[in-house]
Structures are given as C-alpha cells and as structure tokens.
C-alpha cells in the first residue's frame, strides 16, 4: 500500500510562486511515475504534469499545456518525494492538487494512476 502526503498549498497572489510537494510511503519509490492532477470547483480533475520511474532511466517529463513553462516538476529518490515548482501563478490555477503514483509508466490519464493524495488547495487570486 502506497501513502501520499501532498503539501505547500495555499494562498498566492498572480505572478506569486508555490512549491507543492509530495512525500511517499513506499519501498521502492524508484518504481513509480508520479504526477500532479487538479481540479477546480464544477470541473473535472485534469492532468498537470508527470514525471518517468527512475528504474527506466529515462530522463521524461511531461506537462499539460497550460503549465508549460510555468510550472516543473522534479523528484527526488532519497527523499521518496515528489515536487511541483509554480511559477507565474494565475487566478486559472486555483484548484485542489493531487499527487499521485502509478507503478508503471504513467500518463496523463488519471485512471492510470493506482494511488493518490488526499489533495492541498492552491488559491491564487487577481
């Protein structure tokens, strides 16, 4: 059973800058593609970003065009954690993120992912 703990959510002005992280219970953290969803009032959950398993050794990642550019997402084995710079923030970025992990190959399709987090709320007003 994989636990998911996101946090650093909170209150930013436009143009403010965020980090949300990720802090995994599991063994082998290395074997997870991990990724940020969201999702903001009346609105379906959308894919964010993902990065690649470290046992592919496959540097990827991947971002929704709405973020690109703005947002990066990193990750660090040691720590079994998983990060999300925000930059450039926007009151369209207001939402909850989930952090979640697939033991796989990730997507960008949600129903990819087997375990997710219990969400933090990012508000960014204008």
């Known amino acids: 059973q994989v636990q998911l703990v996101e946090s650093g959510g909170g209150l930013a002005q436009a143009g403010d800058s965020l980090r949300l992280s990720c802090a995994a219970s599991v063994r082998t953290f290395s074997d997870y593609a991990m990724a940020w969803f969201r999702q903001a009032p009346g609105k379906e959950r959308e894919f964010v970003a993902m990065?690649?398993?470290?046992?592919?050794?496959?540097?990827?990642?991947d971002y929704a065009g709405s973020v690109k550019g703005r947002f990066t997402i990193s990750k660090s084995d040691a720590k079994n954690t998983v990060y999300l710079q925000m930059n450039s923030l926007k009151p369209e970025d207001t939402a909850i993120y989930y952090c979640?992990?697939?033991?796989?190959?990730?997507?960008?399709?949600?129903?990819?992912?087997?375990?997710w987090g219990q969400g933090t709320q990012v508000t960014v007003s204008s």
């Open positions: 979640a992990a697939d033991h796989g190959l990730g997507s960008r399709r949600a129903a990819n992912y087997d375990y």
């Open positions: 990065i690649r398993r470290s046992s592919d050794s496959i540097n990827y990642v």
